[in-house]
């Protein structure tokens, strides 16, 4: 009996050896844990197109929605560590989330890091017909008017819930969320006029602000963008200290062979290297990061560092699913 328990040991361990040579032998799902359309969902298409060619297999998106993004986190968490099955997330759902939902997983040990992908700041924007002109008047409007501006946000914890939770106690001031299943479906309602303001990625709503159908009034970084000069920082328009970076990252279960997250790792470096996706991320405000920022072992410790950051924050505002 214990040469044949034995045998089969070493059978299964020559297969996971065969099969992280051999992978990918078949398509693989990135799982993005929002709406199609939306900031999250174009990063994962940018990239996945690139990494098609690098891995020799087809990449299929799949939107999964709801809860802030945990409930597609879950779906990812929970699959096979076998590198067909990939978690897209940011800030939001591999930090923020912790703070706020009773998760059936640990995001720091449940998970094996791939790759951190790109940095998008946020933007404050809202309907072209509300009365305020600039960011000044903005924050003076909507501490006027407490409880009675409708905000959009992806759902609670999504970036653009923490990020209006923050501005709003920054300000001093009662926002009315409205969450939704994605930034892109507030976006829609936001030109339509159906909600008064979001504070968006940048990558989402630069497009509508660049043609004229929301009003932009400040980005909460430290530099102004490079496609967006006209735009202020929140330091220059009015709020010293309003700075939130969305990063954006690449996950897989964990207990995923290190061989197969080399793969994966590098597959996504040549597509952040590619010119032709440089070009569509920068086009939206998107920044890659440095190199040496690119590893698994590096997005392992900045995921850890923004947990330490924000979750203080998060649970201080007594953030709850809704």
Known sequence: MRRVILAAA????GLTGVSAQTYPSRAI??????AAGGPTDAVARAISERMRVSLGQPILIENVTGAGGSIGTTRAVRSAPDGYTLSLGHTGTHVVNGAIYPLQYDLLNDFEPVALIAANTMIVVTKNDVP??????LIDWLKANPGKVAVGTAGV????HFSGVYFQNLIKAQFNFVPYRGTGPALQDLVAGQIDMIVDQVSNAITQVQAG????YAIADTKRLANAPEVPTADEAGLPGFQISLWNGLWVPKGTPAEIVAKLNAA???ALNDPGVR???ADVG???????RLTPQALGAYQKAEMEKWWPIIKAANIRPE
């Open 10 to 13: 070493i059978l299964a361990l």
């Open 29 to 34: 799902t990135i799982i993005v844990p929002f």
């Open 132 to 137: 305020p002109k600039n960011f000044r008047e």
């Open 157 to 160: 914890g999504s970036a653009s």
């Open 213 to 216: 159908k929301i009003r932009a």
């Open 268 to 270: 996504v470096l040549d």
């Open 279 to 281: 070009k569509r991320l």
């Open 286 to 292: 998107l920044e890659i990061p440095p190199p040496e």
